[in-house]
């Protein structure tokens, strides 16, 4: 039995974490590779390392002095290497660090070095062996990640007993270190657990799971118990966050489940994410989360006769993908098509889209409506259970809801409604109470 755990930077932030993390580590003994972020933020309004070396990086690299930056983080690492009584040799490794950053470091190289040192903190912590990531996750030239590479210099991991790794970095042919976007110490974890052929990923931060809804939504939003990956991503492409998105990507395909668990709490069960297929739908309840995102707007072509004319759509999404907007759904009825899009995507495109629109379509009115949000209610238990639909439009209209738009994804997993920008809260609560 073999299980990968990664924990964020909020599980490292001082000694008492790390404290917690070891006993979290110690309790199971199938929890063999570790992989860890940097220490992150103690308190609000408190520094993330990674934040840190960014700034350092910057200063340095326009010629100002960083020394007063730089010292935040040896403190940092010193106060918990010497409250854990470890004796890793920090001072050397930090005035390596330093050396190169006034030599011109790249912010990638910087970066990591929040996450290399809390490594190697911890595998002296836990007497587990130290694995750099820079000998496991590996980047084409040009920074995208490279899978193959990566897979091939992973399987090392396999002949190892435990193993602390860190997170976020690796590196290119060339040797520089490269990060994956922020947050991606969850990708880490989720490329050991596939390498160590885990079977289950451990996530532990600084929640009790995955909510069925934003908590700054719905204060009370209940943790969901289990979710599946497709449902995951459904709700995760509507705005809902937790996990980075990409680190799904390797343990679903191997079918490994996502515990997300909370460090301060290890007593709480978490969410469970696992392959599509392996959850049983809730009868009480068809929903598993709502998430929603503001911020769209709807074009709406109108035409007589509009069904009748051959590949209209068709061209309207030429258009669409002439201008490279991704639309998001696309309601439409006899003599309409809508095309959904989020505002960041039509940024600048309006009036040369209008145009083109004008010019290629010939419709006979088009009418823009922005300040639309969409939300998501997801659910497996919503495949072939009558009455959902009912029940969440009967939700929407007794809240005093307009719905604007409406599309219902073949898979029944999906239910998405538009409506005004000012009712995006109020509708997620209606939903929620009506469902949970
Ligand atoms: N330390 C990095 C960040 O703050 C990566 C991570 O924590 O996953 O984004």
Redesign the pocket.
């Known amino acids: 039995m073999c299980k990968t755990v990664k924990f964020?930077?909020s599980s490292l932030a001082d000694a008492a974490q790390f404290q917690k993390v070891k006993d979290i580590i110690l309790a199971d003994d199938a929890r063999r590779f570790v992989v860890v972020?940097?220490p992150?933020k103690r308190y609000k309004g408190d520094d993330?390392?990674?934040?840190l070396l960014y700034e350092c990086q910057s200063l340095a690299q326009s010629g100002a002095p960083f020394d007063h930056v730089f010292g935040r983080i040896e403190r940092r690492f010193l106060q918990i290497r010497d409250r854990l009584g470890l004796s890793v040799d920090l001072e050397a490794k930090l005035s390596d660090i330093r050396h190169i950053l006034e030599n011109g470091a790249s912010p990638d190289y910087a970066?990591s070095r929040?996450?290399y040192l809390s490594a190697l903190l911890m595998a002296d912590y836990l007497g587990f062996p130290f694995v750099d990531a820079s000998e496991l996750i590996c980047f084409h030239d040009d920074g995208t990640y490279d899978d193959e590479t990566t897979q091939s210099r992973t399987r090392a991991l396999k002949k190892l007993d435990r193993a602390v790794i860190p997170?976020?970095y690796g590196k290119r042919r060339d040797g520089s270190v490269r990060?994956?976007?922020?947050?991606?110490?969850?990708?880490?974890g989720a490329i050991v657990a596939r390498a160590t052929e885990s079977t289950l990923y451990e996530n532990w931060t600084d929640v009790d799971g995955f909510l069925m809804a934003d908590p700054h939504i719905v204060p009370d939003a209940r943790v969901i118990d289990t979710v599946t990956y497709s449902e995951l991503r459904e709700l995760s492409y509507m705005g809902a966050t937790v996990l980075?998105e990409d680190s799904i990507f390797p343990v679903r395909k191997a079918r490994i489940p996502i515990n997300v668990r909370n460090t301060n709490r290890p007593s709480a069960k978490g969410t469970m994410i696992v392959p599509d297929g392996q959850s049983t739908p809730d009868k009480s309840c068809p929903l598993t989360g709502i998430a929603g995102s503001r911020g769209f707007t709807v074009i709406t072509l109108q035409k007589d006769n509009l069904h009748a004319e051959p590949a209209y759509a068709y061209r309207v999404l030429g258009i669409l993908a002439r201008h490279n907007v991704i639309v998001e759904c696309m309601p439409s009825g006899i003599d309409t098509i809508s095309i959904v899009a989020s505002d960041a995507a039509l940024r600048g495109k309006m009036d040369a889209i209008y145009h083109d629109i004008l010019t290629d379509c010939s419709p006979d009115t088009v009418e823009i409506a922005s300040c639309i949000a969409l939300v998501a209610s997801v659910g497996i238990g919503m495949v072939r259970t009558k009455g959902v639909a009912a029940n969440l439009f009967s939700a929407l209209a007794d809240a005093g809801i307009n719905v604007r738009i409406i599309d219902q994804g073949t898979s029944e997993m999906n239910l998405i409604v538009g409506v005004e920008q000012r009712d995006f809260e109020k509708a997620i609560k209606a939903i929620y109470r009506r469902f949970v």
């Open positions: 964020g930077g972020s940097a992150g993330k390392i990674t934040d970066a929040g996450e997170g976020f990060t994956f976007s922020r947050g991606g110490s969850d990708i880490t980075h």
